[in-house]
């Protein structure tokens, strides 16, 4: 069985801040996909990263930068000077090789205050 | 290029009722998966259409019922409603059928209301 933990519930920071978002998972797939999702309150989820389970290569995108450790079954990602835009439910996803469908982590509400 | 639309955007049933819900998929795609997303919690896999036919299934009882078109629109329906049915119901599309490795896009979501 395939699980996504997302153990923060809520994150508040203030502007500028760095903030970093965990996420732990389990599998039993040998080849895997993991994803990031940014869902702002119109509700519609906006893809942000795509990994499988042979490039543990980190990755930085402007702010966003993602760091996937297959050791301890995370894949947790950070923001950079946080900005109010970027207020939002963020959620991790796993899909394995073989299975045709995402398992999503029950998301982190992130508020950036100005 | 028009995106993952979905229809209609908020709508509101009696519990025992039928509802049906539908999705156009982003141009060039052909395969859809459904989600129900419950309030505070993340999005939970329904099934995935591909070819016309349902690939896979979540844990899901036989009253979500779904069809997939010529022209690779979806409808997700759902007969004998609940008031645990109240969600946000996401569509997803994709390409080439295993959805679960591409790069999904989803809608904007329909917000089921139950009463």
């Known amino acids: 069985a395939q699980k996504v933990t997302q153990a923060q519930t809520e994150i508040s920071v203030v502007e500028k801040e760095d903030v970093t978002l965990d996420c732990v998972y389990e599998?039993?797939?040998?080849?895997?996909?993991l994803f990031w999702y940014k869902q702002p309150p119109s509700g519609e989820l906006v893809f942000l990263i795509r990994?499988?389970?042979?490039?543990?290569q980190n990755e930085i995108s402007g702010r966003y930068s993602w760091n996937f450790q297959k050791s301890t079954s995370s894949f947790n990602f950070t923001i950079t000077a946080s900005q109010v835009v970027d207020s939002a439910v963020y959620f991790c996803?796993?899909?394995?090789?073989?299975?045709?469908?995402?398992?999503f982590g029950k998301g982190t509400l992130l508020t950036v205050n100005p | 290029d028009a995106g993952v639309t979905q229809s209609p955007t908020h709508l509101i049933k009696t519990r025992g009722q039928q509802v049906t819900l539908r999705c156009s998929p982003k141009?060039?795609?052909?395969?859809v998966s459904w989600y129900q997303q419950a309030l505070g919690q993340g999005p939970q896999f329904i099934f995935q259409?591909?070819?016309?036919?349902?690939?896979q299934r979540g844990n899901f009882p036989d009253r979500f019922s779904g069809h997939q078109f010529p022209n690779y629109s979806s409808e997700l329906n759902v007969n004998a409603l609940l008031l645990g049915d109240s969600a946000l119901y996401l569509c997803?599309?994709?390409?080439?059928?295993?959805?679960?490795?591409?790069?999904?896009?989803f809608g904007p979501g329909t917000r089921l209301t139950v009463t």
């Open positions: 990994r499988n389970s042979f490039d543990e």
């Open positions: 599998t039993r797939d040998t080849t895997y996909y």
């Open positions: 996803a796993l899909s394995g090789g073989s299975n045709y469908k995402l398992t």
């Open positions: 141009s060039g795609h052909d395969t």
């Open positions: 997803a599309s994709s390409k080439g059928g295993l959805a679960g490795i591409n790069e999904q896009y």
């Open positions: 259409y591909y070819e016309e036919e349902e690939r």
